[in-house]
C-alpha cells in the first residue's frame, strides 16, 4: 500500500499525527488487520497535576486509577473532579488488561539537538536511556579566607569543585551524559572558607553497566580528593531508572519505514535520552512509550528539535524543512514524522496479519 | 628596665593589655620619655555602625569625622547622636595632626591557626596583606541534561568549577591564600545544563605582584575554560587593598621584645592575613594598625588562636598556656602578648630617648 499523510501540524505533533495516520487509512479506503486507535494520554507531561505519564502509568498498571484521580493542582481541584466537569471521565477500565493493545507507536520531538545537528530527519528510538540521580554532600571545614593556610583548609566548595569535573570526564569516556544543575553552599560569603556544600548529579547513558562504572569512578575520585583535601563525601541516589528498550520488531518497522520513505542516509539510530521529564519537577517518570513498553511491543519515531530546545516556550518542530542537509526532498518535517508513522503501522499491522 | 604584667585577660584583649601595660609602668614608678596612651578606637569592628576601622580612619585622615558620626545603626540612630547620648562624644579633634602620635603597638589575636599549629607563642607581624577580591561571571548555555550531547554543551557551572579548581592551585604555587566563598547559578534543577554562573575570588598575599600573578593565571586559565568549553568569562574586581609594611624600627622593637622574653624558637615572623575583615560585610577596611601605620611608625604582635578561629562565637585565645609544644614556661598566652607589648613600647620609648 502506499498512502500519503496530508497537511502540516501545529499543535500537539504526536496526537495531531497520529489522528492523521487514521484520517488517511479512512479516507484511503484501506482496511487495516488490527483496529487502530489514537491515544491520547491524559496529563502525560503533569503540567497541571504533577505526576508524569499520569494515565500510561494506569494503563500499564505502574500506577493506581484511584491515585492519579486523587491528585491535585496547584489550586488543590482534584483531577476526578475536573475530568467528570468536562465530561471526560470516561466509564472504561483504561488496563493493559481491559484495553488490550497488540502494539504501541509514538511520534515526538527528540527534544535534544542532535537530529538536526547532524541533519538528519528521523530518529529510530531503540528506547530510553537509564537515569540516576545523585545528591553528593561534601562535609569541610569553614574558616577564615585570609588567615587560614592553604594547606590547613577542607574547602568543601574546592572539593564540590573538583569533583563536578569527574562528573564531565567520567560521562564522556563512558559514552553517558552527564549534568551537575544544582550546588549550594552552607555559607555565603566572600572571606569564609566553605565548611560544607552538596550538589546534584543526573546521569544518563543506554547502557546501565557504564552508569555502574561511573558511579565507581565518582566514588573513587572522592576518596582521592578526601584524603587530599580533609573533606567528607556522601552520595545518595536519589532516583534510579532502569534502561528500556523497545521491541525489535516494532523498532524494525519504523527502521524500515524511515529508510524507504526518506532514505538510510536521513535516518539515525538513537535512545529517548529525555524521558518527559520536565524542569523543576523532581517525581519525573519516563516517556509514555515506556509505559506501554512494559506491556506490548513499542517503537518511537523521533523528528529534529530545532536548537535541540525542549520544555521551553523556544520548543520549536517546523512544518517547513528548516536546515540545510544534503536532502533534495522539500518535505515537512513534521509531516515526515507522521508519514514513517503511518508506514511503521502498516507495515506492523502486516506482521500481525501475517501471524 | 624589668616590668611585668600581671593579671589574666578576658575580654577585648587589645584594650585590656594596653590598659595593664600603663598600670604596670605607673605601678612600677617608671616615667618614660614620651608620654603613653592606651587607645580605645571606636566602632573598630563595625559591629554595630557599618564601618570597619572606623575611628582609626578618621585619626589617619583616610575618613572624614562626619561621615562617620552620619552612620546609622540597624534602627537608623545615628552614630553622632548615640556617642552624645553615652557621654562619649569628645571635643577634642582625633587627628593625627591635633593629637599626634610618635608610634602605635597593637597586640591582637592572629584570627588564623598559623601560631597554634606551629606550637609558637608570639607572631611578630611584618604587615598587612594585600587583598584583592573578585566576581567572575560565567555565561554558557541552559539545555536538557538528558538530550544535549556532552560535546554539544556550554556549561556554566562545569566551567565556574574548573576555574575554581585554579584559584586554588595558583595561588598556592604563588604562597598565596586564595578563597572562593560563593558561587551561584541562574538555574538550579537537577536537569538543567547550568547556562550561567558567579562566583566570588578572595586573594591575600604580602606581595601585589603575586596577586598580579595570579589574576593573569586566572584570565589565562578562563580562556582556554572559554574555548574548550563554549562559555564566555567576565572578570570585575570588586575591592583592591594595597599590601601594607610596618615601620622596621618598631617592627625591630616588638622582634627584640619577643625574642628576648619567650626565646627566638617561639616566635613567627608573619603577616596579618585578616585585615579586620568581618563575615558578610562587603566595605570592609583594614586592622586599625594600617590606618596608623599611613601616618607613624606601627607594628603588631600577635598571640594564637584557639583552632584559628575568629569573627565567631567560638573565637577564643586562652589565658592558660593550652597547646602541648616544647615550651617549659607555665606562661598564659595572653599575659606573653602583654608582655611583649609593653617590652616592645619600653624599647622604643628608649630609641625615642637616644634620639
Redesign the interface.
Known sequence: MSLTVGGRYDGILGVTAALEVLRTIHAAGYKPHAPLAAIDWTNEEGARFPKMCCASSVWSGSQKVEAQHALEDLEGTQMKAELERIGFLGKEKCSYIDMPLSAHFELHI?????LE?EGKKIGVVGGV?A?R?YKVTCSGR?????????D?RA?A??A???L??VV?TS??AHGA???????K?A????????GGAWF?I?L?CPYEHELDAIEQELKDAAKKITSADGVMFSFEQTWDCPAVRFDKTALSCVRAAGEEYIGKEMCREMDS???H?R??T?G?RLTYSAETSMRVPTAMIFVPSKD?I??NPNEYTSKEEWYKSNCDKKLTTSADGAQVLLNAVLKYDSILQGE
Chains 1, 2 share one sequence.
Open positions: 527528540e527534544q535534544g539537538p542532535i545537528k536511556q537515569m540521580w569553614e574558616g577564615h579566607a585570609g588567615a587560614t593556610p592553604m590547613n574547602d566548595l574546592l564540590a569543585a573538583k563536578i569535573a564531565n560521562s564522556i551524559v552527564g549534568t551537575v544543575g544544582i550546588v553552599t555559607t555565603e560569603a566572600v572571606n569564609t572558607i566553605v546534584t543526573d544518563r535520552a529525555a524521558g521529564d524542569f523543576h523532581p519525573i535541540g525542549s520544555h
